[in-house]
């Protein structure tokens, strides 16, 4: 007998997804800030703890800088990573680093932030451990801050990537997957990278999808179905919102 597979978490996808659209960066910023504060602030108020998980990258960089100084119970919020390369800490281009050197100061260093590399050599080897230290968090994510990239991509999903389709599985059990991503200008010489996968992303409670510039927004609208970032808003459904800045 065929085990059966698991119910897909799937959100349907809808019309209903918030679309905010910015004039300036000083107010795309204080807003995006202040949504997630929010919405932190409300998790913390109804379950007693709150997750925000990360995305990298130079645009939410000076957000997490903002929300580091609002009044929130910090020491019952849990901070973790949509994805990261496979790099050290140190390195430049690590989103964790991002995470620590920005959002885990001041009023939120009592925070408790979840690495999402290890010491493993290969990001494939470390899915297991990995999974056991993001499931039981991203059960409850309450919000997901993400980027896009010029080609469609959100998260590690990318295009032709090996782990791409256990990435985003729906049936997929675990909550985080390993990617290794074509070379391209995108992605650079660094291809090596951990990922929350599709079903991490579906129970996300909300969502903030940052787009900035009019080849970003014109991807986006395209809505192509070879692109991570249509099949991340089909996961989505309505807990989606997008702040789009030209």
């Known amino acids: 007998m065929t085990a059966k597979r698991p119910k897909c978490p ?22 995006a800030a202040y949504w997630i504060e929010t919405r932190l602030s409300d998790a913390l ?15 939410p960089g000076p957000i997490y800088e903002a929300l580091s100084e609002r009044e929130l119970d910090w020491e019952n919020v849990t901070v973790g990573l949509a994805d990261e390369r ?3 800490d140190s390195h430049e281009a690590s989103n964790g680093a991002l995470v620590r050197r920005t959002l885990m100061q001041n009023k939120a260093e009592d925070a408790t932030f979840l ?7 290969s990001a494939f080897g470390a899915e297991a451990d990995l999974n056991r230290i993001y499931g039981p968090v991203a059960e ?9 990239g010029p080609d ?8 032709d990537a090996k782990g791409l ?33 599709y079903p991490a992303v579906a129970r996300a409670r909300h969502i903030l999808l940052m787009i900035t510039g009019d080849k970003k927004r014109q991807v986006y609208d395209r809505a192509d ?20 800045r030209s």
């Open 10 to 31: 799937c959100k349907a996808m809808t019309n209903d997804t918030a679309f905010h659209t910015f004039g300036t960066k000083d107010t795309f910023e204080a807003d």
């Open 45 to 59: 108020s109804r379950r007693g703890k709150a997750s925000l998980f990360c995305s990298g990258g130079s645009t």
């Open 86 to 88: 496979w790099v050290e």
């Open 115 to 121: 690495p999402m590399k290890t010491d493993a050599a």
């Open 140 to 148: 409850t994510i309450d919000i997901l801050v993400l980027g896009m």
């Open 152 to 159: 469609g991509h959100t998260l590690s999903w990318f295009a």
């Open 165 to 197: 389709g256990a990435a985003t599985d729906p049936g997929n059990m675990m909550s985080v997957a390993a990617i290794d991503a074509p070379k391209t200008d995108v992605t650079g010489d660094i291809t090596e990278r951990m990922t929350l996968t």
């Open 225 to 244: 179905p070879s692109h991570a970032v249509t099949l991340m808003r089909k996961a989505a459904g309505d807990a989606l919102t997008v702040f789009y």
